[in-house]
C-alpha cells in the first residue's frame, strides 16, 4: 500500500526534531532540598517549592554550551573572568562561586546561560499546566517529575483544566552559584507575567482569572556535571520567592 508524500507532514516532523534537539538537558542530581510538588498556577503550591529537575529530551540546552572553546581569560573573551566580574561584584560569595564553576567549565557564559534557562522556564511551566506529562519527563528529574504528575493526576481527578497564556518574562537574574564535587549549580531569580484560570469540570472558575495578569517570582536552580561532555543544564530546584 502506497503512502502519500505530504510536505507538511515532513515540516512538523522537522520541527519536532529540532525542537528536542534544542531542549535536551543532561541528568539532573538530587540536592538534598526537594519539596512537595510545584504548581506555579496554585497560590496554595507554590510555597516553597524545592525540588530537583533531571532527564530531558526537551530541555532547552543553554547556549554556548555545546563544547564551544572560549576566548582566554587574559584576553577578557567571553564567559571568561571579566564578564563574571560584570554579572556579580568582584569580591562577592557569588563571583568567587562563579569563577569557581569557569574554572572547571572554561566554556561558562552567564548570559547566555541566563538565556537558556528563560526559555526552559518558560516550557516546564506551559507544559505543567498543559498537563503535557510526556515533555515534563523529558524536562524533569524523575523525583521532581513524580511531583508533577502527582500534581496533574490530583488536578485531573477533580476533573479540572488550567487555561493558561505565558506573557513573558520580565527579569532573570543570578543570585547564587556552587561547585559541589564536579556538579556545577547556578540559581536564577525569574520575574514572570502569566494569565492563568482553573475551571472545574461545569467550567466555573475555582481559582485564577483568565483576564488578569499575575507577576510571578520564582527562584531555580539549574545544575549539570562540568565534568561531562553532555554540555545541557538540568533544573534541579525551584522554589516560589515570597
Given amino acids: 500500500m502506497n503512502e502519500i508524500f505530504d510536505p507538511l507532514n515532513l515540516l512538523l516532523m522537522g520541527l519536532a526534531v529540532f525542537i528536542l534537539f534544542r531542549l535536551k538537558s543532561v541528568l539532573g542530581k538530587r540536592t538534598g532540598n526537594e519539596r512537595p510538588p510545584f504548581d506555579p498556577y ?4 507554590q510555597q516553597d517549592d524545592h525540588k530537583s529537575a533531571n532527564g530531558q529530551d526537551n530541555v532547552i540546552p543553554l547556549p554556548n554550551q555545546a563544547g564551544q572553546e572560549t576566548e582566554p581569560v587574559e584576553n577578557g573573551g567571553p564567559g571568561g573572568e571579566v564578564v563574571i566580574d560584570n554579572v556579580a561584584p568582584a569580591g562577592s560569595a557569588l563571583n568567587s562561586a562563579l569563577k569557581q564553576i569557569l574554572s572547571v567549565d572554561r566554556s561558562f557564559e552567564p548570559e547566555p546561560f541566563l538565556e537558556g534557562a528563560r526559555s526552559a522556564y518558560e ?7 498543559d498537563g503535557d506529562k510526556k515533555a515534563l519527563k523529558n524536562l524533569l528529574s ?5 511531583g508533577f504528575v502527582s500534581a ?4 485531573e481527578k477533580r476533573s479540572e483544566t488550567i487555561e493558561s497564556t505565558f506573557v513573558g518574562i520580565d527579569k532573570a537574574e543570578i543570585v547564587e552559584a556552587a561547585l559541589k564535587g564536579s556538579t556545577a549549580q547556578v540559581t536564577v531569580k525569574i520575574h514572570s507575567q502569566l ?3 482553573t475551571r472545574d469540570k461545569a467550567g466555573e472558575i475555582v ?3 483568565p483576564a488578569k495578569v499575575t507577576e510571578v517570582v520564582d527562584i531555580w536552580t539549574f545544575a549539570r556535571d562540568a565534568t561531562s ?6 533544573l534541579v530546584a525551584t522554589e516560589s520567592a515570597d
Fill in 142 to 146: 524523575p523525583d521532581v517529575y513524580e
Fill in 123 to 129: 516550557m516546564i511551566v506551559m507544559a505543567f499546566a
Fill in 207 to 209: 481559582d485564577g482569572d
Fill in 229 to 234: 561532555r553532555d554540555p545541557n543544564w538540568k
Fill in 195 to 197: 494569565i492563568s484560570a
Fill in 152 to 155: 496533574i493526576d490530583e488536578r
Fill in 42 to 45: 496554585s497560590k496554595t503550591e
